[in-house]
């Protein structure tokens, strides 16, 4: 019986990975770096010399049930990483491939996000919802979506970009993808910062505590915090994020119609701040028929274990 999976989260600069067990708890997990090396070879190599003593450990190849990998631009369809910014390899790679024929396990890969989506599914708050949406709100924004049980890939392995749709027409320009206006600009921490700048530079004599911090100590989490103390602009920030996030989620319900919406990131520890009034916004921006009947949740799987538990589940999904 092969009781057990491997979950790995390949990420810019760490590559995590675990073993889990069927209740979604990592009996171990370790990590190493995505950086030290250029060929990926090298990097599956150093992998396997980590990962395969764990995975004695746990009673060995045998007793796993296969690979499930996330990462950034994964391709489930192929198991190829493609044109990955934020990784050391270039190109398109066949890291599925790669990793089944160096362990002998077969391996899935999928991007990060719909990995997070799929651990919600299997082990979050998600569990036997067949219709559901996962929004990670973190430096960027990801996003998951599942229609009747499954993940929305697409035709090419890449549907569910909503952090890169058009929120707000010819508006913020986004570095990383040179558009203008994207959800992604806004409602993300960077977007939360940028946020900030902008309302301060709209009123320089509203007395505010983002005055006291420089450039570059002025973050999501300074908003956050002078936010809770009564900050008249770092509420306002928070009210137009949630403003933005409300209506793009609008939009989601509308062609996808959830039963919830969860989520996720560094961000949703701002709670009601940003709740609120996503929640009210987005059903501001509701037809009649769409109204009051999806719930949005804050993931119940911890932060720090949820990358290696949501590529995990590709496994048993």
């Known amino acids: 019986m092969r009781s057990l999976s491997v979950g790995i989260d390949i990420g810019g600069t760490t590559a995590k990975y675990g073993i889990v067990n069927e209740q979604g708890e990592i009996l171990e997990q370790d990590r190493i770096s995505t950086r030290a090396h250029e060929d ?24 796993m049930k296969g690979i499930g990998a996330g990462a950034p631009n994964g391709n489930f369809n192929t198991g190829t990483i493609e044109y990955a910014p934020n990784l050391v390899w270039r190109g398109i790679i066949p890291m599925a491939d790669l990793m089944t024929a160096k362990f002998g396990l077969k391996t899935l890969l999928t991007n990060d996000a719909n990995a997070a989506a799929v651990g919600e599914m299997i082990y979050g708050c998600a569990k036997g919802v067949k219709h559901f949406i996962t929004i990670t ?71 505010s505590l983002l005055r006291n911090y420089t450039t570059e100590e002025l973050t999501s989490q300074t908003v956050y915090e002078c936010a809770i103390k009564g900050d ?73 274990d949820a990358a290696i538990l949501g590529a995990s589940a590709l496994v048993w999904s």
């Open 40 to 63: 990926v070879n090298q990097f599956i190599n150093d992998l396997y010399d980590k990962l395969m003593p764990m995975i004695n450990r746990h009673g060995g190849i045998g007793n």
């Open 137 to 207: 709100l973190g430096t960027g924004v990801g996003s998951g979506i599942v229609i009747d049980g499954k993940i929305v890939v697409g035709h090419d392995g890449f549907a569910g970009e909503l952090g890169h749709t058009i929120i707000r027409k010819g508006g913020r320009f986004h570095k990383g993808t040179g558009s203008h206006g994207s959800l992604e600009s806004y409602a993300s921490a960077t977007g939360v910062r940028e946020t900030a700048f902008e309302f301060l530079a709209a009123d320089p004599t509203e007395p």
């Open 232 to 304: 008249a602009i770092a509420l306002k920030v928070f009210e137009f994020t949630g403003e933005v996030l409300g209506e793009a989620l609008a939009n989601a319900v509308m062609f996808s119609s959830p039963e919830m919406i969860v989520l996720f990131g560094g961000l949703t520890k701002a709670g009601d701040l940003l709740m609120k009034p996503t929640k009210a916004s987005m059903e501001a921006n509701l037809i009649q028929v769409f109204k009051n009947k999806v719930r949005i949740v804050y993931s119940n799987l911890k932060e720090s």
